[in-house]
């Protein structure tokens, strides 16, 4: 779809889902907006819906539309003026004998296993366990036109994966699994960093880390990537 018909980003139809579990603050109840299905998503108006706190789940462009909470605060990196603070350094110098590869394409037979792994040892109490080959194709595998995947590689084996969308003004992160055998290595660490040397090598000015929830240990680590930015009040603004 051309730029000049894309939709009004204002005039978008939203659904929302029944109110249920929270997966990140217990005992809190979410309700989340998607954007009607049938719209196509170029990269132009996605890249509106991601500045205005969206995120995209497989198929789906959605935002949390909580009664009576506002705790998922939509994230992103400055790229041009991120700065590796100690412990990142040391991951970065611990993993110099990995290879970072940009992809369109993913090879089910070495991703799904990394990833099942990853969901069942460090997510089983998570709405997305038991993994399921389906689950996977739909949530990972269905890449978007303008979405690449960053693999991490020991040699020729694959230790860490990451999806990401390409926007008008960054990488958006989508979701990254990494081999449990290789913990002293930090990969979701290293992964992330991998995110914003290619952002910097894309000449893209943020790489947008999704929702940061303070009270949610899940989430907090996002606070270690500055400089961090939130969408607060509709505007984007240094997080403190």
């Known amino acids: 779809m051309s730029r000049d018909i894309t939709p009004d980003v204002q005039a978008i139809r939203l659904f929302l889902t029944e109110p249920h579990p929270c997966s990140y603050l217990e005992g809190k109840r979410a309700t989340t907006a998607f954007v009607d299905p049938v719209i196509d998503v170029d990269p132009y108006l996605y890249t509106q819906l991601s500045e205005m706190g969206f995120r995209r789940s ?4 959605y935002t949390p539309r909580c009664e009576s909470c506002n705790a998922c605060i939509p994230s992103r990196i400055r790229v041009n003026e991120f700065k590796a603070n100690r412990q990142q350094k040391r ?27 990853y969901i069942s040892e460090r997510h089983s109490d998570g709405d997305m366990y038991p993994p399921s080959h389906s689950q996977f194709k739909d949530f990972i595998s269905n890449l978007w036109r303008n979405s690449k995947m960053i693999e991490v590689r020991l040699g020729k084996e694959l230790i860490a994966a990451g999806v990401v969308d390409v926007l008008d003004n960054g990488l958006s992160a989508i979701y990254i699994y990494y081999s449990t055998k290789h913990n002293k290595r930090s990969l ?8 914003i040397t290619l952002a910097k090598q894309m000449d893209l000015p943020y790489v947008y880390m999704g929702y940061w929830i303070k009270n949610s240990p899940k989430m907090a680590y996002k606070a270690q990537y500055q400089p961090l930015e939130i969408l607060k009040n509709s505007e984007w603004v240094l997080a403190d």
């Open 58 to 61: 497989g198929r789906y462009v």
């Open 91 to 117: 991951c970065n110098k611990r993993n110099k004998d990995l290879s970072v590869w940009v992809t369109s394409n993913i090879d089910e037979s070495e991703h799904y296993p990394l990833y099942a792994n």
């Open 188 to 195: 979701g660490t290293f992964t992330i960093l991998a995110h």
